[in-house]
């Protein structure tokens, strides 16, 4: 065989040989289910992040957003399903972006193999506050002085809110979002011992907690309060209690000596004296 023919079937064969050595794409079976990643953000309007938020996949509830507000799985399914995902609702909030995705499964092709494409739902909720008014009533029984439930602060969350006035009472407006629970406080005076003024209010710093109704609503708190001294109330030093005042008279006094009678004396005798 003369060397140009040689050369030239080493030419076709060395052709034959690298057909397929390009590059190709993957092949999988029709019913290979690839593990597609669903990514969900949801913040309120002023950015801040919002947890406990229902993440519905084709209706089933498949989890909740963290306190970062996110929510992140793996969805197992062939290429080319349709899926729906939806956010739910969240106590005190309401969406103003969209909440439902339809989506169609899909990849895409990597250099040796393929990868699914995620989906992504980022979401916005505004806040629902509505307004709540508080009644606070401090009422003294007959042991206190009505000075005592007078000017006391009422604290909310472990911050001041308003005070009693001189008949007990105190008001204030709470705009927050409902289900929500809210800590009140009425602050009483320190316990003081010895001495007329002494006092020991009972209950001391009653705390009450409450959770708000879903509607508008208007609370009532009242409170009694008492000394646990009593009438038990230590005298200052150099004054005296009427009680004490009439032990010392007692005391001082002597009983009186009954007074004897004189005998009789005989008659005919008279008494110069």
């Not at 669903?38 to 519905?56: H, Q, T």
């Not at 990849?107 to 739902?121: A, L």
């Not at 508080?134 to 000075?147: E, G």
């Not at 708000?212 to 009438?231: C, M, N, S, W």
Request: charged share 30%.
């Amino acid at each position: 065989m003369k060397p140009s023919r040689r050369f030239a079937t080493f030419l076709i064969l060395a052709q034959f040989c690298c057909l397929g050595c390009g590059e190709t794409e993957p092949t999988v079976p029709l019913d290979y289910h690839f593990a597609f990643p669903i990514g969900v953000m949801v913040k309120d309007l002023e950015n801040n992040r919002i947890s406990k938020v229902p993440v519905m996949l084709n209706g089933r509830i498949v989890g909740h957003t963290d306190r970062l507000g996110i929510f992140k799985m793996e969805y197992w399914e062939l290429e080319g399903t349709e899926v729906e995902i939806a956010l739910g609702e969240v106590s005190g909030y309401r969406p103003v972006s969209e909440v439902v995705r339809r989506e169609t499964l899909e990849k895409t092709t990597g250099e040796t193999n393929y990868i699914p494409v995620p989906i992504v739902i980022s979401a916005q909720y505004e806040m629902i506050r509505k307004e709540y008014f508080f009644w606070i009533h401090a009422k003294c029984d007959k042991t206190l002085r009505p000075s005592s439930c007078r000017s006391n602060p009422v604290t909310l969350n472990g911050k001041e809110v308003a005070r009693t006035e001189s008949d007990g009472y105190a008001e204030f407006l709470l705009s927050e979002i409902p289900g929500q629970s809210v800590t009140i406080q009425i602050e009483t005076p320190k316990d003081q011992f010895g001495g007329e003024d002494a006092i020991a209010i009972i209950p001391a710093n009653p705390t009450y907690s409450v959770k708000l109704d879903k509607e508008p609503h208007v609370y009532l708190i009242e409170q009694t309060f008492a000394d646990r001294l009593g009438g038990e109330k230590s005298p200052k030093r150099g004054s005296s209690t009427r009680r004490d005042q009439k032990k010392k008279r007692r005391t001082k006094r002597r009983p009186k000596r009954r007074k004897q009678r004189k005998k009789p004396k005989p008659s005919g005798v008279i008494d110069l004296f």
